[in-house]
């Protein structure tokens, strides 16, 4: 961080420049109640520029990194090896701006790495075309929702209780808008998921059937009879996956008949970075492509016949009348979809596969050690890299417990269902390949101590 002092000769020009005779007066539009009349407590008036950073350093120094710890936190975000040469790829001058580039005038590598990008989730998906990135998997799942309904003329969508809460939340509060109704159910402490429960709830309103794939407690269904009971009823089936990696060892949604996949990439080539920002995926089969949000990139000729690239398919209301919109989305996450990019070429499908294999072998070792700790039983008949355990007491306090003890042990359900008593005592444990064999024997030792 730089530390850029500012002078009263500063802040006067810069107020002379907007039209305000003073601090005050810029800010007349926030209600004065709301206002601060004096300084920050606990924050000093002024300080030298190595006071600050000492200060600072000190305040960073209270988190607990994820490469300092045993870490097995999950659902939905997922620590893994980034190789350092992604980094300095997409740091790269033809790449990294201060703009967003999605215009009509965007580079040609820009958009050459889009073109990839879409091949590469395509292929991962089992889907016929993909689009070039969006905000994040939760948003993502929503545009699919609005597909849908676009697509069916429907406005009912049937959400799995495996979804994950937090995609739950934002499709209910993008729908407050839009008129769509959901049909949402907590998950049950058990090893099959709900797909038969979804089947039996298709009916002729049905738009869609939102499922997570694996799910947020790490079960593994197979969507071949959910997709064709969708399309029994003309409705669409959706699947959600927010651990792409898991698809280097999975059959692909699309393989199983889904007519819509999206997910979140931040596994591949982009950090936990506190929450983000991600990367959105979003595929779907052909026949569907021009209700699909955002842009896509294609391939063409010029004039001499050179190979180029350019912008296909935008239906956003930036480029076309809104009446006419797929979507109102108005950027993507570039930067990291050519971090996804460049990570996933660097790893090619050998190597998808093999780091796959690699997560679900720890996964499975983890498993095995934890079901041995007196008072713990795992959940799961299947997995990837996820799953859950019933603790003999609730997880909040035990994972807290573990935290102080400096190990980070996995994301308790009553954090992420805090109405739903009956999956208080759940915890979902991911295993990545940053996993060490000490790092599950400390996490199943730590355990053991705080459940004694």
């Not at 609005?146 to 697509?151: E, P, S």
């Not at 889904?258 to 982009?270: K, L, P, T």
Request: proline share 4%; hydrophobic share 45%.
């Amino acid at each position: 961080m730089r530390y850029l002092p500012l002078t009263d000769g500063d802040r006067q020009a810069m107020l002379a420049r907007v039209g305000a005779a003073s601090i005050d007066e810029l800010f007349i539009d926030v209600p004065e109640h709301a206002r601060l009349s004096g300084p920050i407590e606990g924050l000093p008036n002024r300080a030298s520029e190595i006071a600050v950073e000492r200060h600072l350093s000190k305040l960073a120094a209270k988190n607990l990194a994820a490469g300092d710890a045993p870490f097995f936190l999950g659902a939905g975000a997922y620590r893994h090896h980034v190789p350092a040469s992604v980094d300095h790829l997409i740091q790269r001058g033809e790449f990294l701006t201060s703009y967003t580039p999605y215009q009509p005038e965007i580079a040609q590598g820009t958009l050459q790495m889009l073109f990839e990008f879409q091949t590469q989730v395509a292929r991962l998906f089992g889907c016929d075309v993909a689009n070039a990135s969006m905000y994040d998997g939760s948003t993502a799942c929503w545009e699919a929702i609005g597909m849908a309904r676009r697509v069916t003329k429907r406005g009912k969508a049937i959400l799995s209780s495996g979804l994950h809460p937090h995609y739950v939340s934002v499709c209910e509060t993008m729908a407050k808008f839009t008129g769509d109704m959901l049909e949402t159910a907590a998950p049950e402490l058990a090893a099959r998921s709900d797909i038969e429960s979804l089947i039996d709830r298709i009916d002729d309103d049905t738009s869609c059937v939102v499922v997570q794939y694996p799910d947020i407690l790490g079960r593994i269904g197979d969507l071949s009879a959910l997709a064709d009971a969708c399309h029994a009823k003309k409705a669409l089936l959706v699947a959600v996956v927010t651990e792409p990696v898991a698809l280097g060892a999975l059959t692909s949604p699309g393989e199983m008949g889904a007519d819509i996949v999206v997910g979140e990439g931040q596994s591949i080539g982009v950090g936990l970075q506190f929450g983000g920002p991600y990367v959105g995926l979003f595929a779907c089969s052909e026949k569907l492509v021009r209700q699909m949000p955002g842009r896509l990139t294609g391939e063409t000729v010029d004039a001499e016949g050179k190979r180029g690239f350019v912008l296909t398919l935008s239906t956003r209301e930036q480029h076309i009348r809104r009446e006419k919109a797929t979507s109102n989305i108005c950027t993507s996450s570039v930067l990291c979809a050519l971090a996804w990019t460049a990570h996933m070429t660097l790893l090619g499908e050998k190597g998808l596969r093999q780091l796959a294999a690699a997560n679900h072998a720890r996964a499975c070792s983890a498993a095995d050690r934890l079901a041995k700790v007196r008072g713990v039983e795992l959940v799961n008949d299947s997995f990837f890299n996820e799953f859950t355990v019933k603790l003999p007491r609730e997880a909040r306090p035990v994972v807290r417990a573990l935290a102080d003890r400096g190990i980070l042990a996995g994301v308790s359900l009553g954090r992420l269902f805090p109405e739903t008593k009956a999956l208080a005592n759940g915890l979902v444990v991911a295993v990545t390949e940053t996993v060490t064999y000490e790092d599950i024997e400390a996490l199943a030792s730590g355990l053991q101590e705080v459940l004694a």
